[in-house]
């Protein structure tokens, strides 16, 4: 499977923008690149995904590198409920989903 | 719908018992997962099934861990004899188009195992 590599925590301030990187240097042409959270004591959530354009909904932004070894998730304006695991990850179609460690993301208010 | 129903919400059982997990996916979903998490492995792949045919189990532990998908909306994880390291929340998710879209995950059963 790819790997990805992402900081191990981040802190924000309340109502401020939030980047959380990865790099995914190995990435092949199919895979996409997910992104999950996981609140505590809840199960993973699906943020956003995308292949090779970026990609905008309701919740964050993804922004994918012209080469695609790295990726953003943006969260706008970070809440006291946005702090949780995030997690990046490479899936090709008709496979399951392999977790890493995740950043953790602390928001303050 | 719903969403990814899994019962029971909490289970304590004495080693050496049977264990089983309930999984009940979202409708028209064609792909399960189970998925375990612990402090010290996070969240690990346990089993995947695709039109009820599991895909891939190679991150079973061991042959005390058995994995069914009778049909599309139901599915049970047993685990049989239960040991304390088994102790986890255990997960289970469903997608449609496993991989090409989102999964959306139950609230989990956490399992004790004394």
């Known amino acids: 499977d790819a790997k990805t590599t992402q900081p191990n925590s981040m802190e924000s301030n309340e109502e401020e923008p939030v980047h959380l990187p990865c790099n995914h240097s190995?990435?092949?042409?199919?895979?996409?690149i997910h992104w999950y959270r996981q609140l505590p004591s809840q199960g993973p959530e699906y943020v956003i995904h995308?292949?090779?354009s970026n990609v905008n909904n309701r919740m964050a932004s993804l922004a994918i590198a012209e080469d695609r070894k790295s990726s953003t998730l943006i969260l706008h304006r970070a809440t006291l409920r946005d702090a949780a695991v995030y997690y990046c990850?490479?899936?090709?179609?008709?496979?399951?989903?392999?977790f890493g460690k995740g950043t953790t993301l602390s928001v303050s208010s | 719908d719903a969403g990814v129903i899994q019962s029971p919400r909490h289970e304590v059982t004495e080693m050496g018992q049977e264990v089983t997990l309930r999984c009940k996916p979202i409708?028209?979903?064609?792909?399960l997962f189970w998925y375990r998490q612990t402090m010290m492995r996070g969240l690990e792949l346990l089993i995947y099934?695709?039109?009820?045919?599991?895909?891939?189990d190679s991150g079973m532990p061991e042959d005390r861990f058995s994995a069914k998908m009778p049909n599309a909306s139901f599915s049970t994880l047993k685990i049989q004899p239960s040991e304390p390291r088994d102790s986890a929340v255990y997960f289970c998710?469903?997608?449609?188009?496993?991989?090409?879209?989102?999964?959306?995950f139950g609230q989990g059963t956490r399992l004790t195992v004394v």
């Open positions: 190995t990435i092949s042409g199919t895979d996409y």
């Open positions: 995308g292949l090779t």
């Open positions: 998710a469903s997608s449609l188009y496993g991989g090409r879209t989102e999964a959306f």
């Open positions: 990850i490479l899936n090709q179609a008709g496979t399951a989903l392999i």
């Open positions: 099934f695709n039109n009820n045919v599991p895909i891939d």
């Open positions: 409708s028209g979903h064609n792909s």
